[in-house]
């Protein structure tokens, strides 16, 4: 996963963003087709995100994925999010194992999956796992189902295999905050350029944390994340920076136009620039005016 500090300006730029202007994101031909699946309003709300790939670099996949959780306070909501490809559709891919912190392991079915015909069946899945958050300490992700698929072009036989957990949690350092997260699966091809309406316009709230999950992206494509035409991180961004073909990001202190913000809204779009790029899950907090 990465974590980035927006204010902190690159040397580096992607050349390709110089030819965006900031109003090129009203001329997008294409809108993503994530819906909303969960929506908090509160005091302190916040959101951390992590997550790994499950493909090896020997072109095998893992059996299971440690990672780690801090001790959130308040813990309002935990939301795993998982995704791969599989030969035909069957509902083995709509169940995971989780285990958590200090407890046996349990059955994960999943509130909602997306779906999208490729070489096999690409899926994403998004479940509630709030009741199985124990506090700090190791979770353990397995069963992740994702088949070895034979290409045309001779590339890897996993296009994507990773998991994300989104918590939502309250920090009292913050004021009232909305946290919005979106989710599906988008296929996105290469040149293209997709977009999402994060924010009306003529809201008084103002963006501050986003969390993008997806796969099958590739470092060295120059794909992008935009907000009203411009980029994110300043950076590249789908280069697999979670694993192979997995992006687990987390935005922070993003530096927007507040005032052209309240005017015209918010848009996020993702060009792909040179790769094809599977995003599931778009999480953002948003600073509510008092």
């Known amino acids: 996963m990465r974590i980035y500090h927006t204010d902190f ?5 992607i050349l390709i963003l110089l030819f965006f202007s900031p109003s090129d994101y009203l001329y997008a031909q294409n809108t993503l087709s994530m819906q909303l699946y969960h929506e908090d309003t509160g005091g302190g709300t916040d959101i951390w995100a992590g ?8 072109g095998r996949l893992k059996s299971q994925s440690r990672i780690f959780l801090e001790e959130f306070p308040n813990t309002r909501k935990v939301i795993l999010i998982w995704s791969g490809e599989v030969k035909n559709d069957n509902p083995r891919f709509q169940q995971i194992e989780l285990i958590p912190a200090r407890k046996k392991n349990v059955s994960i079915k999943a509130d909602s999956c997306y779906r999208a015909d490729s070489t096999g069946l690409l899926y994403s899945c998004v479940a509630d796992i709030t009741p199985h958050y124990n506090g700090k300490g190791d979770y353990i992700i397995q069963g992740l189902q994702s088949d070895h698929l034979t290409r045309n072009d001779q590339s ?17 350092e913050q004021g009232n905050r909305t946290v919005r997260v979106y989710a599906g699966l988008d296929v996105l091809g290469p040149g293209e350029m997709h977009d ?8 008084d709230a103002s963006l501050s944390k986003m969390v993008l999950v997806g796969g099958h992206g590739r470092k060295g494509n ?4 935009l907000l009203n035409g411009t980029s994110i991180s300043q950076s ?22 507040r005032n052209r913000a309240a005017k015209n809204g918010l848009i996020l779009s993702i060009d792909t620039v040179l790769q094809w790029v599977y995003p599931v899950v778009i999480a953002a907090v948003f600073e509510e005016k008092d």
Do not use: C
């Not at 997550?51 to 020997?58: M, Q, T, Y």
């Not at 890897?156 to 009292?172: C, K, M, Q, R």
């Not at 280069?239 to 192979?244: F, L």
């Open 156 to 172: 890897d036989p996993f296009s994507v295999a990773g998991y994300a957990i989104l918590v939502l949690y309250e920090n009292s």
């Open 9 to 13: 300006k690159l040397v580096i730029t």
């Open 196 to 203: 999402i309406s994060i924010l009306d316009n003529g809201s």
């Open 222 to 225: 120059g794909s992008a994340n």
């Open 236 to 257: 590249e961004d789908w280069n697999g920076s979670s694993g192979d073909y997995w992006d687990v990001d987390l935005f922070e202190n993003i530096d927007v136009d």
């Open 51 to 58: 997550g790994d790939s499950f493909i090896l670099s020997n």
